[in-house]
């Protein structure tokens, strides 16, 4: 088994639904990691034992990979249907059934990971507030704020 993904998802050109992304690429430079490319849809070792994952939602096929890990984080954004500016919370398979591909949750990654492979990562959820959504690659002062504190979640529990 390897140790941690790091698995960040969202559209970094709609403004604060990018957090993942933000955050991913503050690992890559914690790491010394100048060369990973976010954009290559492919895991990414960033340091030993610590792998991440850029996507811009989370797919039913990513599952199999992410079972081999012992560890996973999640990373994305959210609006105001969860109520803290930053959310992180441990992570149990339960499979959400939806019309749409692009509301395949955390949840129900980690349940095609357990029927595939019978077992899965002892995972968790960090999701940071959004609060504007337009066409750009910057985020909002609010959630930019909230990204840095979110990176020092992550610097704890990850990179140290």
Same mark, same amino acid.
């Given at each position: /088994? ?8 969202? %559209?970094? =050109? ?5 957090? #993942? ?7 890559? *430079? ?30 039913? &096929? /990513? ?6 890990? =012992? ?7 959210? !609006? ?11 992570? &149990? ?6 019309? @749409? !591909?692009?509301?395949? !949750? *955390? ?16 995972? +968790? /959820?960090?999701?940071?507030?959004? @609060?504007?959504?337009? @066409?750009?690659?910057?985020?909002? =002062? ?5 990204? %840095?504190? #979110?990176? *020092?979640?992550? +610097?704890?529990? @990850?990179?140290?």
């Amino acid at each position: /088994m390897k140790s941690t993904i790091i698995i960040g998802y969202g %559209n970094p =050109d709609r403004e604060d639904d990018g957090v #993942a992304w933000h955050l991913l690429n503050k690992i890559v *430079a914690a790491c010394d990691c100048p060369e990973a490319d976010l954009f290559s849809s492919d895991v990414i070792p960033v340091k030993p034992g610590l792998d991440i994952w850029f996507n811009f939602q989370l797919l039913p &096929e /990513m599952a199999d990979t992410i079972a081999d890990y =012992d560890r996973a984080l999640f990373i994305d954004a959210h !609006t105001g249907n969860i109520e803290e500016d930053i959310s992180y919370h441990a992570l &149990e398979p339960e499979f959400q059934n939806s019309p @749409f !591909t692009h509301h395949f !949750t *955390a949840s129900s990654c980690l349940a095609v990971a357990q029927s595939l492979k019978g077992h899965y990562p002892k995972s +968790k /959820m960090l999701s940071v507030r959004g @609060f504007q959504f337009a @066409f750009s690659r910057e985020l909002s =002062d609010q959630t930019a704020e909230l990204v %840095n504190q #979110a990176f *020092a979640l992550l +610097k704890h529990d @990850f990179l140290e």
